[in-house]
């Protein structure tokens, strides 16, 4: 099948076209893709949907090339489906590729919407219905076979964005966590999601300004603590000169401290994490004293700024207790 011929194609990235734009990278290339919305294939079906419809009620889309009313519908549900913020998912078939299934199912026309629920079809529209109409069955679907409270999906919600978040999939990961700042603005889990997700897509000056926005309590929280950290530190390396003249420094001097600390920060910015720990731990084992114990708060800076799981975070925080300790 081309791209060309699916209606679908294209419209998953420009949904949040408002908020955050994609050219492309991994998992978002600007046509549908992600934990949401998907398409699948005869051998797929079950995985896609019959087993996913017992975590949430999975709607699947019967749709084919030839097909004017599937075209109209399709970026109508699909833009429904991304505002419910991950209580649905829209799985999509196209039907001359794969015919066994809505034959199966008695598919006779299309566009035909079916929503499953515990691994059975429960409910189901047909034709290019009304976007309100699609938001009324998804709304009723999910207050019957959803199986949590709103609280329960958003946390939900939260949990998946940021998995597509952490997969590289940062196009999905900014469209849950639009959907769900939609119906929590101050959800700080959320802000500092959408943060990421645009610096991601190479605005870091928007990220800064949505951060910048926050109050300070909002500042405080620790995913929001740790972007207004990120950027500190990014600030502070603009000042510190060239990095090969202090590696050159340290060269001449291995116990130039001040050399190596301002590598440290460099190091941070660019994104060798490890290494950057390494020098500060060395400047403490050392001297300790140095610059009223400089070497340590500013490794306090960099957890902050990494965050309490970071991987790098947990192995220098062992090293900081055992060289403070022994």
Known sequence: MQDSDNPY????????????????????????????????????????????STNQPVLVDFWAPWCGPCKQLGPIIERVVQSAGGAVKLVKMNIDDHPAIPGQMGIQSIPAVVAFAGGKPVDAFMGAVPESQIRQFIDKLVKEHGGGSAEDDLKAAIEQAKAALE???????????????????????????????????????????????????????????????????????????????????????????????????????????????????????????????????????FFEAWGPTDPVTLSARRRLSSMMFS
Request: proline share 2%.
């Open 167 to 301: 997969a590289g999939d940062f196009n999905t990961a900014a469209q849950i966590f639009g959907a769900v700042l939609q119906q929590d603005p101050d959800n700080t889990a959320s802000l500092a999601g959408m943060a990421e997700c645009l610096i991601a897509a190479g605005q870091k000056d928007r990220a800064r300004a949505m951060i910048d926005g926050l109050s300070d309590e909002q500042k405080g929280v620790p995913e929001i603590a740790a972007l207004v950290a990120r950027f500190t530190l990014e600030d502070e390396v603009a000042s510190l000169g060239d990095a090969d003249a202090l590696e050159s420094r340290l060269a001449s001097d291995p116990n130039d401290h001040q050399a190596r600390f301002d590598m440290a920060k460099i190091l941070n910015v660019r994104g060798d994490r490890e290494k950057a720990a390494d020098y500060l731990l060395h400047i403490m084992k050392a001297d300790r004293q140095w610059q009223d114990d400089g070497a340590r708060k500013q490794l306090l800076t």
């Open 9 to 52: 194609g294209g419209t998953f990235g420009g949904q949040m076209s408002g908020t955050v734009n994609f050219d492309g990278g991994p998992g978002g290339n600007g046509a549908v893709s992600g934990a949401l919305i998907k398409d699948t294939t005869t051998t797929g079906f079950k995985t896609d949907v019959i087993d996913e």
